[in-house]
């Protein structure tokens, strides 16, 4: 199952194999780029840079036909109805705040209600706090069970005819936790209110079907999924999107502009104002297609074997807190862990001494750190072209680092 070496087709793995021998455990902050998607960034610039939508010459014609291009992948990659449902925006963040507030402000009132998770992500949460503000709405949360799953006993208890909005993340980039997305929009639809799916650990991961989930929208970042930075997804149903408003505005996303107002194009133009990220939609679109080249299925194996050594090796150490399962199968990438004894951050700075790239603190999740009764937590996380190598060398390496905690040396124990 790991005989292939996919590092070689990642000119930065190939680099930190032959300097330092750095170990990359960082992914869920974002991952590293395959070379077909740097040789796709590189070809657009050096022959077909031009701005799109907007020239009738032959090398703008040819940019919009790839940046549409990649608008069809995207579509293709989660299972859209079409390539109109599919707006392309910075980020995760940028998607659902212009979700919040092109879409919730407009459609909510005092007395309305918004669920979302305790676990969730700074980004699918601070939004909702600042929605609730302005329009009188409630903010609601539903909890995690001890074990950090989402808590769908509290979540039938807490919606009601009042809801109107539920976004949740599809899986937790703390506890690395699947959500029974389904499950909760079936229930949020029987209440006739809107599903909102924060994707941005899900999509690097697992096959997602958003017609399957029947989500009303999805985002996700390009940059988790092997893409550029600086490229994110909003996908939303076509009625969703025709009710949504734009949040920024100015050229290309007008159908006519006269003295006293202006008319906007259809999604998804109507809401991708000025020149967009031409390039980080094609390199988007290369990584996508890299993924499906591999197999999603395969990599998803892969990476859950090596969850299992990791998760395995880590239960076996005394002195380390596990956060969330216990049980590999429930953790997608991710696993939140403390030494005890040792603070998160001193920590991290000892697994970097050892060559570990992974990272410590509230991970833009400080309302779970509180569930969770703690400040911080480190965190390593992997991607499929991790190997077993990689897992070996992180579980030494705790070793280590209690080790010089406890006694100033680094000899395991």
Known sequence: MLVKDYKQDFPFLIHARQTDGRVY????????????????LLKFYETSNANVHRGVGSISCQATEWYEAAR???ADFINAPAASNIVFTRSATESLNWIA????VPELQTGDE?????????????????????TGATLIYVDVTPNGQFDLEDFRAKISPKTKIVSVQQVSNVLGNVNPIKKIGALTHRFHATLIVDGAQSVPHLPVDVQDLDADFLVFSGHKVYGPTG?????????????????????EMIDYVHREGAAFQPAPLKFEAGTPNVAGAIGLKAALIYLQKQGLDQLLAREQALMNRALTGLNRITGVEIYGSAHPEEHLGVIAFNLHGIHPHDAATGFDLEGIELRAGHH???????????????????????DNADIDRFLTAVQHVKEFFANGTSEAE
Not at 101 to 104: D, M, S, T, V
Not at 114 to 134: D, K, T
Not at 232 to 238: A, C, D, N, R, T
């Open 72 to 74: 069809k992948q995207v």
């Open 101 to 104: 507030f092109g879409y919730a």
């Open 25 to 40: 455990l960082d992914n869920a902050a974002t991952t590293q780029k395959p070379r077909v998607v740097l040789d796709e």
């Open 364 to 386: 833009c999740a400080e309302p779970l750190m509180d569930d969770l009764g703690v400040a911080a937590t480190l965190r390593m996380s992997l991607a499929f072209y991790n």
């Open 231 to 251: 490229i994110g997804v909003l996908y939303g149903k076509p009625d969703q999107l025709a009710r949504m408003q734009p949040t920024q505005f100015g050229g």
């Open 114 to 134: 918004i669920l979302i998770s305790i676990a969730e992500h700074h980004s699918n949460l601070v939004p909702w706090q600042q929605v609730a503000q302005r």
